[in-house]
């Protein structure tokens, strides 16, 4: 640590050390006449204290923004672990010699993928080349698209226990004007632990409330968030009501279904003023927002998951003539023909967790995936939301393959599925001439837990492969090497 990186903890140390004295003194020596005197409203560091507050909040508080100040002093002090963006593309490059699994058709053994300008310009065994491409030799690797991570909280969530890096729910029920990719950290640590992964893609979603917001899908290389998004409004986020609560569920089913009136009758004001029959109605972001789901451009994403919350969202979807998919389907194998009848797709949030239920086996949530598959329900993996645990996301559907679910289906329900459900099969989701260059390079199957990342590429940046795991491996596995040197 240099002298400057040592005085600033230091004084770090100094600030908390001092705050929690005087703090402690203030406590225990105030009288508690005078504790009951603080009752005016008091001015701290910029945080307001409402007035009746006793000198004991007031010294928590005071003793709270001391801490936080001495956490950020030595999170500075700590080296970086986000990794710079890769440059953009500027030649052509080959992959040359490698097992390309395009999902899009057959295994293309010795093959060739050629990519420019971050766009797949051809496939094969005889693939010919541009004058100026730079060549990389995968022979005995395999090729696969990138995987899709379909419900996400990158670059919105960073450290739970710090309330300032948590960026998912917004305050208020209604909410579909939230932007996710606005808040999008690029900088994020999670990002190159994913990205090592094979996740190439997250679909990033706000939480919170009936109507969430907008999600975006979002590419996991990049300097800024305007650069990073593939594609803004994926999905609108809508939470179900729970059922089970019989004293709120038909209130806030009756609150859902009075935000839809209100942007459908907006949307027909706006359409009413273009075509001159009436005046210009004033602009309202939300219901603005909600304009391409009246148009069935925009899916609807209900998170659902017992039969009779699904059940309902369908049967209010049907009413609201909308596009849904449903997140979560916990229970989607009990209403496989009602999924199939309506064809509503199913984004399954968790295959690797044990069921709730005493009367289900410890497999139930393992050989969901292989359950609707073989009922013609379509789906895709998801798995949790975590946006520190995306790295798992691949022994999500390797879980499911083990239990059923046939191995192409398992690989094609984090790459191909997501990207249709989702409508961005048009730029992602398997290897073909005209989509983006997102692409791993593999020792084997991805959802295959022994298999290692080699290298990967988004739009056709070749993305530095160090993250924050292989780095602190790398850090103490110098310690072990210098230990067992000791013991020599």
């Excluded at 007031?58 to 672990?81: D, E, Q, R, S």
């Excluded at 999902?103 to 293309?108: F, H, I, K, N, P």
């Excluded at 999600?215 to 999905?235: C, F, H, K, P």
Aim: proline fraction near 5%.
């Amino acid at each position: 640590m240099s002298k400057r990186e040592t005085s600033t903890a230091k004084l770090a140390m100094r600030t908390y050390e001092t705050s929690t004295s005087s703090l402690a003194k203030s406590t225990f020596e105030t009288s508690p006449a005078e504790n009951t005197a603080m009752t005016q409203t008091t001015q701290f560091s910029g945080l307001r204290f409402n007035s009746g507050k006793t000198n004991e909040h007031f010294n928590y508080n005071v003793m709270k923004t001391a801490l936080c100040i001495a956490l950020l002093m030595l999170v500075g002090v700590m080296p970086a672990l986000a990794q710079a963006p890769a440059p953009r593309q500027t030649v052509p490059v080959a992959l040359v010699g490698g097992t390309i699994h395009t999902l899009a058709g057959d295994v293309v053994e010795n093959g060739t993928i050629l990519f420019e300008d971050g766009v797949i310009t051809a496939i094969g065994t005889d693939v010919t080349l541009p004058a100026g491409t730079v060549t990389e030799d995968v022979t005995g690797r395999h090729i696969y698209p990138g995987l899709i991570d379909g419900w996400s909280t990158m670059g919105i969530y960073e450290i739970g226990a710090v309330n300032m890096t948590v960026d998912i729910n917004e305050q208020g029920l209604i909410n579909p004007n939230v932007m996710v990719e606005r808040a999008f950290h690029p900088e994020s640590r999670h990002i190159g632990v994913a990205r090592s992964a094979g996740v190439l893609t997250t679909v990033t979603s706000p939480g919170g409330g009936l109507i969430s917001g907008q999600s975006a899908a979002m590419a996991l290389d990049g300097w800024a968030w305007d650069e990073m998004t593939i594609r803004a409004r994926v999905g609108m986020l809508v939470n179900w009501p729970n059922p089970n609560n019989t004293r709120t569920y038909a209130s806030q089913v009756a609150e859902l279904r009075k935000a839809f009136d209100d942007a459908r009758s907006y949307k027909k004001a706006v359409e009413a003023h273009a075509a001159g029959n009436a005046p210009r109605p004033g602009f309202d972001s939300r219901w603005d927002a909600m304009m391409r789901v009246f148009d069935r451009t925009q899916p609807v994403v209900v998170s659902a998951n017992d039969v009779r919350a699904m059940q309902d969202a369908i049967t209010w979807a049907q009413e609201e003539n909308i596009r849904m998919v449903i997140l979560g389907g916990r229970d989607a194998h009990l209403i496989t023909d009602h999924l199939v009848e309506t064809e509503t797709p199913v984004l399954i949030t968790t295959v690797q967790s044990s069921p709730n239920r005493w009367w289900e086996a410890y497999y139930a949530w393992y050989e969901l995936p292989a359950r609707l598959h073989e009922a013609g329900v379509t789906f895709a993996i998801v798995g949790t939301s975590s946006a520190p645990n995306a790295n798992r996301l691949p022994f999500e559907a390797g879980t499911a393959a083990a239990f059923g679910l046939p191995l192409d289906e398992a690989l094609k329900s984090l790459t191909v599925y997501p990207a249709q459900i989702l409508g961005l099969d048009d730029v992602i989701g398997s290897l073909q001439p005209g989509l983006e260059a997102n692409l791993i390079i593999t020792d084997g199957n991805p959802i295959e837990y022994a298999t290692q990342v080699i290298q990967v590429y988004i739009r056709g940046r070749k993305s530095d492969m160090m993250d924050a795991h292989r780095e602190l491996y790398h850090r103490y596995l110098q310690k072990v090497q210098e230990f067992q040197a000791l013991e020599e």
